[in-house]
T-cell receptor, first 114, second 113 residues
Framework: KAGVTQTPRYLIKTRGQQVTLSCSPI?????VSWYQQTPGQGLQFLFE???????NKGNFPGRFSGRQFSNSRSEMNVSTLELGDSALYLC?????????????FGSGTRLTVV | DAKTTQPNSMESNEEEPVHLPCNHS???????IHWYRQLPSQGPEYVIHGLTSNVNNRMASLAIAEDRKSSTLILHRATLRDAAVYYCILRPYNTGTASKLTFGTGTRLQVTL
């Protein structure tokens, strides 16, 4: 079965621009989470969506936002890009919420801000 | 959030068993123990999880101490493809916070011929 699909794989943007990243979860998975990975900070939780509602949010500025559609696909948006936003952005999906479910991660979108 | 402590790195020979330890002395009674691994240039991959009893799946085994203050991920026969960073993560039962995976620095496993 198809895994978690993230598009695009690579992206180069200029400081001050905005960017939208897309995530298609595994069919039937309803929970989608986003993570940022950088060499300095490691993997950090951005937010989680379930049934088109944001259920949990990490400690990131309001420039980072997301949404989930009725088919569970999700997008995240970063506005007014800064050099420090350069990172690997990972999407993960799970069948349901709760600690007894594992997450399947995509391969990520590598964002470079210049 | 309860914290986990893992060694920074470990080495193993190919086809040997590997025991990756994780200490979580402040674990609460309803925290699940999850393990993920991240291979180079890939997103993290779910390995296994458990609550109280030892667990086995096709990838690995999870041994949980009786007091639950520590656990060990066991790879029965390491291969070069098992070289990765392994993360031990506690997830609270509370649905509201369980969705947030808190990754530490993990254990970098090197596998040699």
């Amino acid at each position: 079965k198809a895994g978690v699909t993230q598009t695009p794989r690579y992206l180069i943007k200029t400081r001050g621009q905005q960017v939208t990243l897309s995530c298609s979860p595994i069919s039937g998975h309803r929970s989608v989470s986003w993570y940022q990975q950088t060499p300095g900070q490691g993997l950090q939780f951005l937010f989680e969506y379930f049934s088109e509602t944001q259920r949990n949010k990490g400690n990131f500025p309001g420039r980072f936002s997301g949404r989930q559609f009725s088919n569970s696909r999700s997008e995240m948006n970063v506005s007014t890009l800064e050099l420090g936003d350069s990172a690997l952005y990972l999407c993960a999906s799970s069948l349901a919420r709760g600690a007894n479910y594992g997450y399947t991660f995509g391969s990520g979108t590598r964002l470079t801000v210049v | 959030d309860a914290k986990t402590t893992q060694p920074n790195s470990m080495e193993s020979n190919e086809e040997e068993p590997v025991h990756l330890p994780c200490n979580h002395s402040t674990i609460s009674g309803t925290d699940y123990i999850h393990w993920y691994r991240q291979l180079p240039s890939q997103g993290p991959e779910y390995v296994i999880h458990g609550l109280t009893s030892n667990v086995n799946n096709r990838m690995a085994s999870l041994a949980i101490a009786e007091d639950r203050k520590s656990s060990t991920l066991i790879l029965h026969r390491a291969t070069l493809r098992d070289a990765a960073v392994y993360y031990c993560i506690l997830r609270p039962y509370n649905t509201g916070t369980a969705s947030k995976l808190t990754f530490g620095t993990g254990t970098r496993l090197q596998v040699t011929l």
